[in-house]
């Protein structure tokens, strides 16, 4: 019967592997096909890892502490909703967004300045790489000192991780806009302000969108990273470190669903809004 189970998960897999190959070849003239075409492989790709997932592991009749089925781990997340729900809310709606807020918003604010400073382009740029380089494991603890317990420190700790990737990206978009176009800011009699908000800032739009989506990965791991090293009795990484103690590993994957979902659908509204907001760029003209 295990090796009924592992055949079937993997006879399904190669079946929708080759029915994804077959869709992806296709180019339909209709476009609303062709964005069905477009989101029905990933979502098909996804489930099949699912499916095999969940054969190999009853198939194999692997422990759950080692690695749960994802049956087992769905299960929990339904008999868990509430504890779920009190972890996201302490991890990502106070220590994530008000952390992704304050570090990209003042990092915007700095690189504005810089731009304005030349030598501060030449003195702080190379610290903020250094301090981008510096390990979140370091940070926190230092953090937690600092800020207490709850979740300002976590708040700090995404400030920090966030902060320069912001100033480097948007220094980088302002210095985007070509020589003419400046040219023809300065034949309009155009003032540095001008200039700025008119032709520099719409031009360091997909350099700042980039450093948005970056950022909202890099807030969600920093915040529960931090966790692990001083928080309440709730959050996303205080239940994974204490789960982990407790060899309840479908509770731990849970946690990591529950973290994985947050951060797509972050990336993906961001995603939705660069598209938006930068609809002129050649990357989304047709």
């Known amino acids: 019967m295990s090796a009924g189970i592992v055949a079937s998960a993997v006879v399904f897999w190669l079946a929708a592997w080759t029915l994804n190959v077959w869709l992806a070849r296709l180019h339909p003239d209709n476009r609303a096909v062709a964005r069905l075409i477009n989101l029905f492989i990933p979502a098909l790709f996804g489930v099949t890892l699912i499916i095999l997932w969940e054969g190999v ?9 080692l690695l749960p089925a ?8 339904v008999a868990s909703v509430d504890i779920l729900w009190a972890d996201f809310y302490q991890t990502f709606i106070k220590a994530v967004l008000a952390g992704y807020a304050i570090g990209c918003g003042s990092g915007f604010i700095a690189a504005i300045i810089v731009d304005r400073v030349p030598f501060l382009r030449k003195g702080l740029l190379p610290i903020g790489n250094l301090v981008a380089a510096l390990p979140v494991v370091g940070i926190a ?3 937690v000192m600092w800020f207490g317990f709850d979740w300002p420190s976590k708040a700090a700790v995404v400030v920090v991780m966030t902060f320069f990737p912001m100033l480097v990206n948007t220094v980088a978009g302002l210095s985007a806009a070509g020589a003419m176009e400046r040219d023809l800011m300065h034949t309009y009699a155009a003032n540095g302000w001008q200039t700025l908000i008119k032709l520099r800032l719409p031009a360091a739009m997909p350099f700042i969108f980039n ?3 970056i ?32 060899m309840n590993i479908d509770m731990v994957w849970a946690e990591i669903f529950v973290a994985a979902l947050a951060g797509s659908l972050s990336y993906g509204l961001l995603a939705l809004l660069e598209r ?3 609809f002129w760029h050649p990357s989304y003209r047709r």
């Open 215 to 246: 950022n909202s990965t890099l807030a969600l791991i920093g915040a529960i990273v931090a966790e692990f090293f001083g928080t309440p009795i709730v959050g996303m990484g205080f239940r994974i470190s204490t789960e982990v103690g407790r």
């Open 57 to 65: 592991t009853r198939g194999f009749d692997i422990p759950g502490v």
């Open 276 to 278: 938006t907001v930068t």
């Open 211 to 213: 450093a948005l989506k």
């Open 70 to 77: 994802p049956s087992v781990i769905w299960a929990r997340i």
């Open 141 to 143: 603890p230092i953090m």
